[in-house]
């Protein structure tokens, strides 16, 4: 009985958190890719800011893959950039991501930072080849 009573609570949630990731690609699909592609565009000429793999990549460069690091990070900088937190040398080329505040909540950010760090597979940074 008590097995099955842990099954039941570990399935239970396991599929909170994968509802949760999905809330999280659906606000960023809402949210985000008015200026992120998801991955490598395939006309780059209308860019307007690099590819969320991309900045994955670099993000677990830079925190060595400590998710709760990552998760907080997206969180802080996309409410208040600043040069000295942005990690992608292609603040260079796009600029500084405007600020979001007013445009997502709190709360819709954090699922998606749960999303980008649980569910998007990093890539498009130097060490990878573009297809």
């Known amino acids: 009985m008590k097995n099955n009573i842990l099954i039941l609570a570990s399935v239970i949630a396991l599929s909170s958190v994968a509802n949760a990731n999905s809330k999280g690609k659906?606000?960023?699909?809402?949210?985000?890719?008015?200026?992120?592609?998801?991955?490598?565009?395939?006309?780059?000429?209308?860019?307007?800011?690099?590819?969320?793999?991309?900045?994955?990549?670099?993000?677990?460069?830079?925190?060595?893959?400590?998710?709760?690091m990552i998760e907080d990070h997206i969180n802080d900088i996309v409410l208040n950039p600043t040069k000295e937190k942005a990690i992608c040398k292609s603040v260079r080329r796009f600029g500084l991501m405007p600020s979001q505040k007013g445009n997502i909540t709190k709360e819709d950010l954090a699922l998606i930072a749960k999303w980008m760090v649980n569910d998007l597979k990093a890539g498009y940074g130097k060490k990878e080849k573009h297809k």
């Not at 949210?31 to 992120?36: D, E, F, I, R, V």
């Not at 592609?37 to 925190?63: Q, W």
Request: glycine share 4%; net charge negative; hydrophobic share 40%.
């Open 26 to 68: 659906e606000l960023f699909m809402a949210k985000c890719t008015s200026c992120h592609t998801i991955g490598k565009p395939s006309n780059i000429s209308n860019v307007v800011a690099p590819a969320i793999k991309g900045v994955m990549f670099h993000m677990n460069e830079e925190f060595a893959n400590d998710k709760e």
